[in-house]
């Protein structure tokens, strides 16, 4: 049996190619998962060990957890410890074994940026540009230099390989860095390299003391530091039993109250690894999700096949049955073929998962973001890959392998199709399934817009538990949706084919009439392309939802004139919000400081703090008070507070909270006793705690508070393209600040939303472009199940187009079925979605009617192109041998 079932295999083999062609994009998802995620466990490894290469650090005792949640519902932790004395640098460097010992802050400078030599900014794909301090005093084990000497004075520079390709410039050359006070000419003393890829990031090599001076210009302190390197050697890393006896050298000679500890540079690494890593942990599953979706639409298409094979070789299965074949021997032998199927398939997407990989990775590189961490799959993931080609292959052709060994031989026999059992039972059993998943969706939609005021005291309930109901309603509609789907196509298919039916009155009727002769098949068919369609057009009503939510937000609540912004890692250097500040038109200009390392009661808080100026509701986006008076509370010094941190908190207006930075002993220190003096509820603070400079200039140094944009409002009178050109010109020296007006501002947030969107559209439109291959399938087994009634059409005279024409209505009527049962479902977890996202800003809810409109057009030219090769195959047969055919 298993002989006939690799020979039927290998007759069958052209069938197979569609259904090949779905599990290898299935696999090559699942593996390029693996890879990918091994890729960055890989890069940060390597990074880590080059950019934290000390043998020794010393750091605070007292560890603070905090844990963040991710958008797929995992969590992970981040540690944060006491800062100590700068002054302990000076006892650890009089210990025996220690060769440099440096304070973390000393040793780089954000905020710069390197000027290439066609006078462009040097800026890569979301990477960093960082002044390292490089000099004897502060040495760089992992850096190598190629070219030229270290800095020696506040005018030289060095560069990384890769920066000084990217920025065009060699030792001897002078360039021109971009400090937070302006633009300085450099000269470039030397190259260097670093022992792996920095992942884009421009580095460059400067004088220790430029470092020290900026620092103190923000208003870092330097009595305080979070961390210090240890070097035992400058030129050869300590092992690990070396590293263990210099941290155990350092513990004994560090004061008891210092509260500090050293440790091996080894279990820092390891530690700051596992963070980052767990922190970039929800790519795999993102890529995962993809790789089901996949592997499900797919799934179909090889059911649809194996139909296609058992129906032609029915009468063979019956024969064996005839001659003593056990329905289990039958049963092998098409279960054989699914495993010929799965392996190919399989093997084709470990190549293409593993192809994937590297070509994300030449992209990146292309884009100036290389990496070196990119590795081919191992033998697990070969094996994992392979397993669920297999399984999914095998799977999928159960049912008709099932059919094949069970139906009766005499009836195999006497009978070309046989007849199609009741579909009304998975009518009523999808229905109450899809009912239920509404129902479930009306719920979550209940919880989110039910307020503390409301008759229920479901408001306490937060998003992630709002989660639960609405992933169980998707889970219950899309299910649904498919188990009622063969109940569901006589009734839709002659409602869309009415019009096909008055307009080609013969062709129309007897595509509508086919396709509820194989409802179940039909059914199959539409459902792939309504998996696809429904996640695509929820999508799309979330994006279009945040851009009409940005555009209300700016038209309605904006009042500053311009919006300034920067390319550079985000942060504007504090030179260039002098010179906005200085221009000539100018009535107000408010810089908003995003506030690092700030804790509340003890605790880090869910959102983010900012620090504005007292004009900040008056001047840029008004706000909307639950209680108090925002703007009297900015200026007496008191914290106005968002709607979602007040209720995760439990704070009202006039609770006093203790704010502090990093803990000693278990205490805040740098403390203020701060009064909540507004609660403000509408969705740009909603997830903010917003104070004024000078209350946040008494908590963290200036260097903890970049600016983050900056909001400018005309003097009344004053042209706004003359004051824009002039806003323009005055930042022109720091390359990546941008001046926008309202309407640029408005564009540029929504084309970040495309851009983050475009990805996701272009992995999904892989399931719509297998469910393409699913149609074509399905109407190549009709083709092969009405030879002898196509054959009999045209011996009494329809003719090759009214054939053509039939096909081609059959296709596009499933392709339809499939597209709006796909937009209803997503369009109404589209509108779910936005109602629990309202906080975080999705408070107005946009359908894309245009491009929903769009998808069931093309929906209709996917059927009528999938029809093509089907027709061909139906009119390629000589009418006397169709007709004589059973």
């Known amino acids: 049996m298993i002989r006939i079932g690799l020979r039927d295999a290998k007759g069958h083999f052209r069938r197979f190619v569609m259904s090949i062609i779905a599990i290898a ?23 880590m060990a080059t950019n934290a290469d000390h043998d020794v650090y010393v750091r605070g005792t007292d560890r603070t957890s905090t844990d963040q949640g991710s958008s797929t519902g995992s969590t992970s932790s981040t540690d944060t410890y006491n800062q100590i004395s700068s002054d302990l640098v000076t006892t650890i460097t009089k210990v025996h074994g220690v060769t440099s010992a440096v304070t973390s802050e000393s040793l780089s400078l954000s905020g710069v940026v390197l000027v290439g030599s066609n006078g462009d900014a040097v800026s890569t794909l979301g990477a960093p540009t960082m002044a390292i301090a490089m000099d004897r005093g502060h ?10 000497r270290l800095p020696r004075s506040d005018n030289e520079i060095v560069l990384d390989g890769f920066a000084a390709d990217k920025a065009d ?24 390299s670093t022992s792996t890829s920095q992942a884009g990031a421009i580095l460059i090599g400067v004088n220790p003391p430029l470092v020290t001076h900026y620092s103190s210009l923000a208003g870092n302190t330097t009595d305080k530091t979070s961390l210090i390197g ?10 690990d039993a070396q590293q263990q006896a210099l941290a155990k050298a350092i513990n004994a000679r560090l004061p008891k109250n210092s509260s500090a500890h050293a440790i091996t540079g080894n279990d820092y690494r390891d530690e700051s690894t596992k963070a980052i890593q767990d922190q970039l942990g929800f790519v795999q599953p993102l890529i995962l999700i993809f790789a089901v979706i996949a592997l499900f639409v797919g799934s179909f298409i090889i059911a649809n096949t194996f139909s296609m094979i058992v129906r032609e070789s029915m009468r063979g299965y019956a024969l064996l049955r005839s001659i003593g074949a056990s329905p289990a021997q039958v049963f092998i ?14 093997v084709l997407g470990v190549a293409l998962g593993w192809g994937m990989v590297r070509l994300i990775v030449a992209a990146l590189s292309s884009q100036g973001m290389p990496l070196t961490g990119a590795v081919s799959p191992s033998v697990s993931d070969i094996a994992i890959g392979v397993a669920v080609g297999i399984t999914v292959s095998v799977l999928g052709s159960a049912i008709p392998a099932r059919r094949a060994s069970f139906t009766p031989p005499i009836e195999a026999m006497n009978e070309t199709v046989n007849p199609e059992r009741p579909v009304w039972p998975r009518g009523i059993i999808g229905t109450v399934m899809a009912v239920g998943g509404v129902l479930s969706w009306i719920l979550t939609y209940r919880l989110s817009t039910d307020s503390p005021d409301g008759p229920t005291p479901w408001h306490s309930i937060n998003t992630m538990a709002i989660g639960w109901p609405l992933g169980i309603g998707a889970g219950l509609v899309i299910i649904g949706t498919i188990v009622a789907g063969p109940a569901l196509i006589h009734p839709v298919g002659a409602v869309l084919g009415w019009i096909p039916s008055k307009v080609f009155p013969v062709t129309g009727r007897l595509a509508t009439r086919n396709l509820s002769r194989s409802a179940r098949r039909s059914s199959n068919t539409a459902a792939a392309l309504f998996v696809g369609i429904a996640i695509v057009s929820c999508l799309a009503v979330i994006a279009t939802s945040a851009k009409a939510s940005v555009s209300s937000l700016i038209d309605n609540g904006l009042k500053a004139d311009f919006a300034v912004m920067s390319a550079s890692y985000g942060e504007i250097p504090t030179g260039a919000v002098d010179a906005l500040r200085k221009v000539d038109g100018v009535d107000s200009l408010n810089a908003d400081h995003i506030v690092m390392g700030l804790k509340y009661n003890g605790k880090s808080i869910s959102g983010n703090t900012v620090a504005a100026q007292s004009t900040m509701f008056s001047n840029v986006f008004e706000a909307e008070s639950r209680s108090g008076d925002p703007t009297r509370a900015l200026t007496d010094g008191e914290l106005v507070v968002g709607s979602t941190i007040a209720d995760e908190n439990g704070w009202s207006v006039g609770d006093t909270i203790t704010v502090g930075t990093g803990t000693a002993s278990g205490k805040l220190y740098a403390t203020l006793r701060l009064r909540v003096g507004a609660i403000v509820d509408n969705s740009v603070y909603r997830s903010s705690i917003i104070m004024t400079d000078a209350v946040a200039g008494s908590l963290v140094p200036a260097t903890a508070m970049p600016v983050g944009e900056v909001f400018i409002s005309a003097k009344s009178g004053t042209s706004t393209t003359t004051l824009g050109e ?23 947030i929504s084309d970040t939303i495309d851009s983050m969107l475009i990805v996701l559209y272009a992995l999904l439109a892989l399931s719509i472009i297998i469910a393409i291959f699913g149609i074509v399938n399905t109407l190549a087994l009709n083709v092969s199940e009405r030879t002898r009634e196509i054959g009999l059409l045209r011996a009494i005279g329809t003719s090759r187009s009214q ?8 296709a596009a009527i499933i392709s339809v079925i499939g597209t709006i049962a796909g937009i209803v479902a997503g369009v109404g977890a589209g509108v779910v979605i936005r109602e629990v996202y309202a906080a975080q800003g999705l408070e107005t809810l946009a359908i894309p009617w245009g491009q929903l409109a769009a998808f069931i057009g093309l929906s209709i030219v996917v059927g009528l192109l999938a ?20």
């Open 230 to 239: 240890v070097y035992g050697s400058t030129s050869t890393p300590l092992d």
């Open 803 to 810: 054939i053509r024409g039939m096909l081609g209505i059959e």
């Open 726 to 748: 002039a806003l323009r010109k005055a930042v022109k020296p720091y390359y990546v600040i941008t001046v926008m007006t309202r309407d640029e501002y408005k564009s540029t």
């Open 333 to 346: 032998t098409v279960v054989v073929q699914a495993l010929v199927l799965g392996v190919i398939g399989s």
């Open 139 to 148: 040495p760089w084990r992992s850096a190598t230099l190629s070219s030229g």
């Open 867 to 886: 029809s093509v090769s089907p027709a061909s195959q139906a009119l390629r047969r000589p009418v006397l041998e169709a007709v004589s055919s059973e």
């Open 169 to 192: 410039l060699q030792t001897g050359d002078h360039a021109t860095l971009v400090l937070p006070d302006g633009p300085r000419t450099m000269t470039v003393v030397g190259t260097f």
């Open 25 to 47: 994009l299935g696999v090559a998802f699942v593996v390029g998962s693996f890879c990918f995620h091994e890729m960055l466990n890989n890069q940060t490894e390597q990074m």
